[in-house]
């Protein structure tokens, strides 16, 4: 694959999985339109990611980093209740894609169902953000608000869902602030990339397959990219809410059923 290939793999399969857009429905776009599909740099892709949160969210590394240290004292810090948040938000996403796989849905691969769907979530998502109240942030996330959020995000093995997507509308159905939600979904996400990114390059490497230049190019695109629109989306998020997701994932849906004709 060329740059520009590999461009267009990192924003939608790098960039759509850290965004409330559904990484799913791009990519399906992306195979329909021109017959590429990550495949094996699917595994940089993710990588990256991962790579580009744990930059972005370093004070929150950090503050982990220090709860676990002080937990060989006794001590349990808030980088460690941030931690369990996080694991408890994950798990449920873990568990159910080894067993039944990642997304897409064998036989929901339909563009014009995924496109109805990622509608419908557009307009849930712009309602949900726009009646509910924000009282909340991280600190206040107790233990079964995280295990919600967690197993809402399993909708999103239905293509046109989003991963992102869903477990950031159901923390703003919570109650959480907007910026807070986005932080949590982040920090949420991390695992999830690192765990695929990493089981699959074991996978390969047990193969006898070894990264190649295009997948280390994938990993410093995917990790540009990620960097680049994660601080923007947080800026759009804090200024006008979930709204420019939601009108974006209309047209998203709307040319998804547009292709599907063709």
Request: aromatic residues 6%; neutral net charge; charged residues 10%.
């Amino acid at each position: 694959m060329q740059l520009p290939d590999l461009v267009i793999l990192a924003l939608t399969e790098g960039v759509a999985d850290v965004l409330p857009i559904d990484a799913t429905g791009h990519a399906l776009a992306v195979a329909k339109l021109l017959g590429w599909r990550a495949g094996t740099i699917g595994t940089a892709v993710h990588l990256g990611a991962a790579f580009a949160l744990l930059l972005y969210l370093w004070r929150d590394v950090a503050l982990i980093g220090q709860g676990l240290w002080k937990l060989r004292r006794g001590r349990i810090e808030p980088g460690a209740h941030l931690l369990a948040k996080i694991l408890i938000a994950t798990a449920p996403w873990l568990i159910a894609t080894a067993i039944l796989g990642a997304p897409p849905v064998p036989g929901l691969t339909d563009l014009s169902l995924v496109g109805g769907v990622t509608i419908a979530c557009a307009l849930l998502m712009g309602v949900i953000d726009k009646l509910c109240m924000t009282v909340k942030r991280i600190e206040h996330l107790g233990a079964a608000t995280a295990l919600v959020i967690g197993v809402v995000q399993l909708f999103a093995l239905v293509p046109g869902v989003g991963r992102v997507a869903a477990a950031l509308t159901t923390a703003r159905l919570l109650g959480l602030e907007r910026p807070d939600a986005y932080r949590f979904v982040l920090l949420a996400n991390i695992p999830i990339l690192l765990v695929d990114g990493g089981m699959h390059a074991l996978q390969y490497s047990l193969e006898g397959l070894q990264p190649a230049d295009s997948d280390l190019l994938t990993f410093g695109v995917t990790f540009f990219f990620v960097l680049l629109a994660v601080p923007l989306t947080m800026v759009w998020i804090r200024g006008a809410g979930l709204l420019p997701f939601a009108l974006y994932r209309l047209l998203v849906g709307a040319g998804l059923i547009a292709l599907a004709s063709l």
